[in-house]
């Protein structure tokens, strides 16, 4: 180390780097430290304020910054910082600089506490007079219409005529229905029972109104589908598809009604009525054998269908009996029927037993 004059310079050695370090204070380095204050000091606030607003404009559309100056009542958002420190420059309404951190926002929802002061500082819509007064002349008219309806002599009813019947007569329907001539026509269609028909055949109603004093009663009926044999009276009754009970019936009257056998209907069938599940079952099953037979192409008028316990017993042509199994694979059985019967010269007679897993063939002798 080395020293002369006023001045005085030391010299410090490292390994990798020498520095000069003056300790007497010039004239020079006091210019210099006046000069770098002067760049660190902004000339005027103006000029500052434009050169820093022009930043956050490229950043924003970069980065699609959004800042909020205050979490106000409106907000269902808060701003949550992290340890990202890259700053973006804002002017708020002053004109004053500040910084956003715009890696540390985050979205995070508001407390339960937040959301209800949030509902509660929300405006409340007011009720304007002019629709009270709407509202009231709307109600009103309605009053006064059903007044009219339901009180006028010119919509009291004065005719009745029937659609859609073909077992009963128009005044067999007229005489089951809860309507009277002469009275309102809205009060009956409202408070009449007018949907209960006691008539076997008739499966649904519906009215259509004529205006101004008429009515139209359209009926749906029922179709035999079965003549069954009850095996208590030894009576046969008429059934539909979905096991209602129609009429009682003689063997003569047979039209298109297949015969079933195997019912028991009790002491006392009620005609209009359902019969009891277990029987509605056993009609789905034999429906369901039916359409198999047509889709495997097994000729053959279905001539009668016995049910026994959990076998259906099924008669081709008067001819050919066959026995299905009620919980067994129905469509594997009747494509294994269609085999038998094609191995066998296509047309067979006797009986075939398909309940058993080895089918049996016997023919009549």
Do not use: W
């Not at 020293?3 to 030391?10: A, E, L």
């Not at 073909?166 to 009956?188: A, C, H, R, S, W």
């Amino acid at each position: 180390m080395k020293s002369s004059g006023t001045g005085k310079t030391k010299k410090v050695t490292n390994k990798k780097t020498t520095k000069k370090v003056s300790t007497s204070p010039s004239s020079s380095n006091t210019k210099k430290k006046t000069q770098v204050k002067q760049k660190i000091k902004p000339s005027n606030k103006v000029q500052t304020t434009k050169k820093v607003v022009k930043q956050p404009q490229k950043q924003v559309k970069k980065k699609q910054v959004v800042r909020t100056n205050n979490h106000s009542a409106k907000s269902n958002v808060r701003l949550k910082s992290t340890d990202d420190m890259e700053y973006v420059p804002f002017l708020d309404g002053e004109n004053k600089i500040e910084q956003v951190n715009i890696n540390s926002l985050m979205m995070v929802a508001p407390d339960e506490d937040e959301v209800e002061d949030l509902d509660a500082q929300k405006p409340k819509k007011k009720i304007k007079p002019m629709a009270i007064i709407k509202f009231c002349i709307f109600i009103g008219l309605l009053i006064g219409l059903g007044y009219i309806l339901f009180t006028n002599d010119t919509f009291n009813l004065e005719t009745i005529s029937v659609k859609g019947n073909e077992k009963y007569t128009e005044q067999d329907i007229i005489g089951k229905i809860d309507l009277k001539v002469g009275e309102n026509v809205f009060k009956q269609l409202i408070l009449s029972d007018r949907y209960a028909i006691d008539l076997a055949y008739v499966s649904k109603v519906s009215y259509g109104y004529v205006f101004p004093n008429s009515i139209v009663v359209k009926v749906k009926e029922r179709y035999p589908a079965y003549i069954a044999k009850d095996k208590t009276s030894g009576k046969y009754y008429k059934l539909d598809n979905e096991g209602y009970l129609l009429e009682e019936c003689d063997l003569s009257l047979k039209k298109e009604e297949l015969i079933v056998e195997g019912f028991d209907f009790g002491q006392a069938p009620q005609l209009g009525k359902k019969i009891d599940e277990s029987y509605v079952k056993k009609i789905e099953t034999y429906n369901k054998i039916k359409t198999l037979l047509k889709e495997y192409g097994i000729q053959g008028e279905v001539t009668n269908v016995r049910f026994n316990a959990s076998l259906t017993i099924v008669t081709l042509d008067g001819k050919l009996k066959i026995t299905f199994a009620n919980d067994s694979n129905l469509e594997y059985k009747v494509s294994f029927l269609k085999s038998i019967i094609k191995n066998n010269g296509g047309e067979v007679e006797g009986s075939i037993d398909m309940s058993v897993e080895n089918p049996v063939y016997s023919k009549y002798n």
